[in-house]
């Protein structure tokens, strides 16, 4: 009997997120995320190293740094280790929240002068939001369906224009929004939407990479390919700390990063809620603080490896989504695999050769699929008082407003358009707002308006409640253990003898129990 109660405590489910694939499978899936935010990671270095004058070296510096800081970041969020990382799917890069404040800076101070005065902002910047981390993470509690359900579905929304500016090719490029472009896109789409339906499971999870792959082969047999530049340069490199010179303080600098910071917290803190959504796990406010611990402590890094803040990658959250894979494990290769591209430079610039079509008919389906997460959980919503159906117009209508008119707070003060030109973090804010304005509050309120008193008294048996321990949470539906077991539900007349064969280590865990009392007793 013994022996039984450890095989039934060994094979008990975990949580999804902690599923290991091996190595092979987790670096093929990680693969996949790193193609998706690939684009992402480097646009931000190239932009300011445009900015600053920088030559091809020096930029190429810049690009190494955030794919090399970026992988120690998501192994970092992905792995964890006491208090530090949520231990979620989640792919940590740099942050585009913090470029207009940047480009600010580099249009007083040009140079390298400027990258230093940058360096020193985001050092401190991020120190302080590293301690004000587990403060900021109880902000969970202002996270119910309503809101989780708006900042999923706007990170979707807001993605799309990403998805489309790569499907028109490279502004700089004569071929910009050609139909062969385009058509380059959709047939990209065309080949995730084959793979999905008519392949093996494997091949299904696995249909973006080979999307991907096949449209790049296409593309190149087209000639709208350019490998040529992949094998300039150096094979190694290594970062060096200080390439730029020791970083700089200035307050006004120092000031206007912060502001960056606290938009980019309230971000990283709508994907850890969004990814907990989409893998069916539990999050609470320590994981949130872990990982917003592991977001800080990264960026305060960055600049001693010359780059910038790191943020979890929204774009990535969708391939979650997609494919079903929600290891963590999967992330880390993710992570190893950016760390060698940081280390070899050719495997980069062999990476950044995938035509910029190709990612857009895939960024299609990933960013199209993270908005669709959020509409189950935005439809489980209760709209009879009228009040969560305003909460959930007007914050989507505020995510889209940077979306549909970019230049829409040009005259507002530069910390507004920090705040609020994030379709992502406008949404959170207002969301949030309302949602306590609305439904925590009932000062001002009429009658019966609140979603609470909107619902009529409830009774429940005391045998449920004795049943429950503390910490238990209902989630979609499924009853989530405070140790994030999912827990078997069945008749009431089945629980006496579900729970003996359980005791006796027949059943051994909840898909096998679902499984018995469904098919074999129903």
Do not use: C
């Amino acid at each position: 009997m013994k022996n039984r109660h450890a095989s039934a405590a060994t094979t008990a489910p975990q949580r999804p997120e902690e599923e290991y694939l091996g190595i092979g499978r987790s670096l093929a899936y990680g693969l996949q995320h790193v193609l998706t935010m690939y684009g992402g990671v480097i646009a931000v270095p190239l932009i300011i190293g445009t900015a600053a004058g920088l030559d091809a070296t020096g930029t190429g510096i810049l690009v190494a740094a955030a794919l090399f800081v970026g992988g120690l970041a998501t192994i970092l969020q992905s792995i964890g280790v006491p208090f530090l990382g949520a231990q979620l799917p989640l792919v940590q890069g740099l942050s585009f929240t913090g470029v207009a404040t940047t480009l600010a800076v580099l249009q007083g101070t040009p140079g390298e002068e400027g990258l230093r005065i940058i360096f020193g902002a985001v050092l401190v910047a991020s120190a302080f939001g590293f301690i004000l981390a587990p403060f900021f993470a109880k902000i969970i509690r202002f996270f119910p369906p309503v809101v989780s359900g708006i900042v999923i579905t706007t990170i979707g929304v807001t993605l799309m224009p990403v998805a489309a500016g790569w499907s028109l090719g490279p502004e700089d490029d004569p071929s910009h929004g050609s139909v062969a472009n385009i058509g380059l896109a959709a047939f990209t789409l065309l080949v995730v939407l084959v793979l999905s339906k008519v392949g093996s499971a494997a091949i299904s999870r696995l249909s973006i990479l080979l999307a991907i792959v096949i449209g790049t082969i296409v593309a190149a047999l087209l000639g709208r390919a350019n490998f040529s530049g992949v094998g300039d340069g150096p094979v190694i490199g290594l970062p060096a700390p200080f390439e730029f010179g020791t970083p700089l303080f200035v307050a006004s600098a120092i000031l206007g990063m912060l502001i960056v910071i606290i938009v980019t917290m309230t971000e990283t803190t709508a994907d850890i809620v969004a990814v907990g959504e989409i893998a069916e796990t539990g999050v609470d406010s320590k994981r949130i603080a872990n990982g917003l611990r592991a977001d800080m402590l990264s960026s305060t890094v960055a600049p001693l490896f010359n780059t910038f803040t790191q943020t979890a990658f929204a774009q990535n959250v969708g391939l979650v989504a997609i494919t079903g894979i929600r290891s963590r494990f999967v992330v880390a290769g993710a992570g190893v695999i950016m760390v060698v591209l940081g280390l070899l430079p050719v495997l980069g610039r062999m990476v950044a050769a995938v035509p910029s079509p190709v990612l857009g008919g895939a960024g299609i389906v990933l960013f199209g699929t993270v908005a669709a997460s959020g509409i189950p959980t935005l439809a489980g919503v209760d709209y009879r008082s009228g009040l969560n159906l305003i909460v959930v117009a007007v914050s989507l209508a505020m995510g889209l407003i940077p979306v549909v008119s970019p230049n829409f707070y040009d005259q507002f003060p530069s910390w507004v358009q920090v705040v609020l030109g994030s379709g992502i973090s406008a949404a959170a804010l207002t969301a949030v707002v309302l949602n306590i304005l609305f439904n925590e509050l009932t000062a001002g309120s009429r009658p019966n308006s609140s979603t609470f008193a909107a619902y009529p008294p409830r009774v429940l048996p005391k045998s449920v409640l004795q049943g429950l321990q503390e910490g238990d949470t209902l989630v979609n539906g499924r009853m989530i253990g405070a140790d994030g077991q999912e827990i078997a539900a069945v008749d009431d007349h089945l629980v006496d003898e579900a729970r003996r064969r359980v005791e006796t280590g027949e059943l051994t865990d909840t898909g096998q129990i679902h499984r018995v009392y469904k098919n074999d007793r129903q």
